[in-house]
């Protein structure tokens, strides 16, 4: 039972000082699924998401990831996940190619496979004429593109993406989807996605969680969740769960 | 806009500017300042003249007063030389280490002139170095007034000239900054060129000033007139000793000095005030022209990458698999970035004309000299050579081209033992790129002084060997205290300073050590490992304890 869970964790705590990040998160995702996480900037996706990869210290709290402990096990859990980081820090001064190559070696890959791999994955990207080039000459999006593709790269088993598509041109971010959901369904790979995109998170994950000031409060599936509050889409639940009513009276009273 | 007080943008530009230098100081720059003001005050009426009184009375009847006494006003010009030389280049490679015209973007779209710019990054500078100058000029001009008893009156005088020389100064050093700056662009890559080019200015304007020092005398003879007198800061030195020479109470005379100040105390006066309005009227005409933002310096050009070399080729073939990978592309990243080998070849070259300038001067060693001396400079020299590329080396390779960014940090976290990976692909590396640093410059020492093939050798093994340790312990300095590539962090200015001192301190001590043992045993190669070998070590625990820390989960 336990095995088809990739994520499970139990009362995650993090403080940041007096700053509460993440306060109790009790999640499940299945193996296989695609779970979204959404929510108000600075309500603490992000740190969730380093907790889990085994990149900060949980304050209090237990997780297990890929069936990994997160105290004990975090090189198993960095082996079979892949991170896309929610500021993309690529290397300015290597190309493409090789910024791919530098994380794959990071991963133990190398040789014929790497480079086969890379060949398709730039192609897949439509970045196949600009491969070579300085990465300091690409776009926000381009740059994306190339994250996304190095996060893919080793083939884990569950792939955390902070923020994936915020950058993409919208045929872009539609490839990023079907990628997504393509590998979720050939290779059984598990998605954690956090996104401020509630349309692409309404088409592309099975279950959606939304975080606010650190803590879970609503977790179902899409239209489930759209029911529950009767709202008519991902957007308008979000916006009645979360409180993003505006003060129309604020709106312009800055200038006084 | 009618908030905002049109007349008074500059002032808001030179605030800032005044914070971004400050920002280590946060909230407390304000009683910082003025505490170091006060204190700076204290400093120049009391402190240093009690200090200088009582060592100048040490020093009477032992000679030393009239060396002083004949020599003052050429002391002064290289004093001035001095002071010039900081306030002119210490800016320039500063600012240059870091281009800002998203900046300048942003207040330009905010209808700020570009005159009210440069003159309130002036004024926004003018704190800092004025508080450098405060504590300074004392300790250079006090010796001179006390012993010459100047009168207040005089002593204003000379106050007032170093402060004016050193504003002036500070413009024309803001003027360069600011054009280099502005035709360079914000692309990486103009951003690369800066960097690389605050190097070569720095350097462009030393070696003269180094030439200057050895070769003023057949420079001299050649035009048939002190060579000196073409500079500013000679100007500016001359008045200060004339107003010595006006104003002391000890009735020293003019005529003693007529050969050395050629000028008249007007006639400095009135070069130096030409000087500074030239350049001002200069700054002011091409204001415009400097910070307007054509499409010309601002197109980027996008570098494809080539085949990779025969010698990264090479490397893969003796690494194979994952490690030679890294490797390689660890070389790559750290020398497409221009500022990295500009700095290395600064330090390569100053290594190479450290023998060459003290060959020179050892032609100049008195006949009276010890038999020792000879062998005993030379050692010296290949000492400092070691040294200078250690320290160079250190802090290129260990500092500032370690880890570009966090998010960088971030991506070779996530991977199984990434840290680790990286670190061994980014020192060996390091490594590899530092055998041509060694190499070259111990050739050039062995030619000119004539070693043995043998002996250059030893002189090679000597200068890799603790040039490797410097970029182990800088490198682990970073990995404990990451810096990335902001050069105005304090953590990167904390780890400079550590770096260093620590290299000196474990160098000097090394060096100590090694003299007992030469003492004993004059075997030289035991001497050099001696001196490289403790580098070496502590290198590479505080590099391993960095990789141990670098690699835990953070905490915050
Ligand atoms: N390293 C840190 N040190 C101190 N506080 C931090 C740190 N990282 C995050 N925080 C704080 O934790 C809270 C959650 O931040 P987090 O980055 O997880 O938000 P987020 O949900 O990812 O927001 P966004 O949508 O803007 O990306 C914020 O209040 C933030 O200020
Ligand atoms: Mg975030």
Redesign the pocket.
């Given at each position: 039972m336990s095995s088809n869970l990739d994520i499970q964790t139990k009362g995650l705590s993090k403080n940041?000082?007096s700053?509460i990040?993440?306060q109790n998160l009790d999640l499940e995702v299945q193996s296989g699924s695609v779970f979204g996480l959404l929510?108000?900037?600075?309500?603490?996706?992000?740190?969730?998401v380093r907790i889990l990869s085994g990149l900060l210290k949980q304050t209090s709290g237990n997780a297990t990831v890929c069936g990994f402990d997160i105290n004990t096990q975090r090189k198993e859990i960095k082996a079979a996940t892949g991170l896309l980081p929610?500021t993309p820090g690529l290397y300015s001064k290597l190309s493409a190619v090789e910024f791919l190559e530098f994380i794959g070696a990071l991963n133990d890959m190398s040789g014929e496979l790497l480079h086969r791999r890379i060949d398709s994955l730039m192609d897949l990207m439509g970045l196949e004429d600009r491969q070579n080039d300085l990465l300091e000459s690409y776009s926000s999006g381009m740059k994306q593109k190339v994250l996304v593709a190095s996060t893919v790269l080793h083939e884990p088993k569950l792939v955390f993406l902070?923020?994936a598509t915020s950058r993409l041109d919208p045929s872009a971010s539609a490839l990023v989807k079907e990628i997504i959901m393509a590998m979720a369904k050939e290779m059984d790979t598990t998605f954690f996605i956090?996104t401020?995109m509630t349309d692409f998170a309404e088409d592309v994950c099975e279950v959606i969680g939304i975080?606010n000031e650190?803590i879970l409060n609503t977790l179902g599936s899409p239209r489930n969740i759209i029911e529950q509050v009767e709202a008519e889409d991902l957007e308008d639940a979000y916006l009645k769960i979360v409180g993003g009513q505006v003060d129309r009276s604020k709106l312009l009273s800055w200038r006084d | 806009m009618e908030g905002l007080n049109l007349t008074r943008k500059w002032f808001a530009i030179a605030k800032t500017e005044f914070f971004v230098q400050t920002s280590k100081l946060r909230r407390v720059r304000k009683v910082a300042s003025l505490l170091l003001l006060v204190f700076g005050i204290i400093w120049a009426l009391f402190i240093v003249p009690n200090i200088m009184e009582s060592v100048l009375s040490d020093l009477e009847g032992t000679g030393i007063d009239v060396l002083l006494m004949v020599s003052f006003p050429s002391l002064m010009r290289s004093v001035m030389l001095f002071l010039w030389i900081l306030l002119l280049i210490y800016p320039i490679s500063y600012a240059l280490q870091e281009i800002r015209i998203g900046q300048w973007e942003i207040m330009l779209s905010n209808n700020v002139s570009t005159w009210d710019m440069m003159f309130g990054m002036f004024m926004g500078k003018i704190p800092i170095y004025g508080l450098f100058v405060l504590y300074a000029t004392p300790v250079i001009l006090t010796p001179f007034t006390i012993f010459f008893r100047v009168s207040i009156f005089g002593q204003i005088i000379m106050y007032f000239t170093v402060f004016f020389v050193a504003l002036s100064t500070l413009f024309l050093s803001n003027l360069i900054t600011t054009g280099i700056q502005a035709k360079l662009g914000e692309s990486s890559r103009g951003n690369d060129i800066a960097k690389a080019l605050s190097m070569v200015v720095a350097l462009a304007l030393l070696l003269p000033m180094y030439g200057l020092m050895f070769f003023s005398d057949s420079m001299s003879a050649i035009l048939g007139f002190d060579i000196f007198i073409l500079f500013p800061f000679t100007w500016a030195a001359d008045i200060i000793s004339w107003s010595v020479i006006i104003f002391n109470e000890i009735g020293v005379s003019a005529t003693l000095f007529i050969d050395i100040l050629k000028i008249t105390a007007l006639g400095d006066l009135v070069l130096i005030l030409c000087f500074t309005i030239a350049i001002i009227i200069i700054a002011y005409i091409s204001a415009d022209r400097i910070f307007s933002f054509g499409a010309g310096p601002r197109t980027e050009k996008i570098t494809t990458i080539g085949e990779e070399n025969r010698f990264l080729k090479g490397i893969k073939r003796v690494y194979t698999g994952p490690p030679g990978v890294l490797m390689v592309n660890s070389i790559k990243e750290f020398t497409r970035k221009m500022q990295n080998v500009s700095r290395l070849i600064y330090g390569v070259i100053i290594a190479i004309l450290l023998p060459v300038i003290m060959n020179y001067a050892m032609g100049s060693v008195p006949e009276g000299a010890p038999p020792e001396a000879q062998p005993f400079i030379v050692m010296l020299v290949i000492i400092m050579i070691g040294m200078m590329l250690a320290m160079i080396s250190g802090v290129t390779f260990g500092g500032i081209g370690f880890l570009e960014s966090k998010d960088q940090l971030w991506i070779i976290k996530s991977t199984p033992n990434g840290v680790w990976k990286f670190a061994k692909a980014r020192i060996f590396g390091s490594f590899i790129l530092i055998i041509p640093m060694a190499i070259i410059p111990s050739i050039v020492a062995a030619i000119i002084f004539g070693f043995t093939i043998l002996d250059a050798l030893m002189i090679i093994v000597y200068t890799y060997w603790s040039t490797c340790g410097a970029v182990l312990l800088c490198a682990g300095v970073t990995a404990n205290n990451p810096a990335y590539e902001d050069q105005k962090s304090s953590a990167f200015i904390l780890n400079t300073m550590v770096s260093l001192f620590t290299l000196l301190g474990i160098l000097i001590i090394s060096l100590m050590i090694g003299f007992e043992v030469m003492a004993i045993n004059a075997n030289l190669l035991l001497f050099m490992l001696i001196l490289s070998t403790p580098m070496i070590v502590i290198g590479a625990i505080v590099y391993v304890i960095g990789i141990v820390r670098m690699s835990r989960p953070?905490t915050?």
């Open positions: 940041f000082g700053v990040a993440l929510g108000p900037n600075g309500a603490g996706k992000t740190t969730a929610e902070d923020e956090c401020h975080l650190g | 953070d915050k």
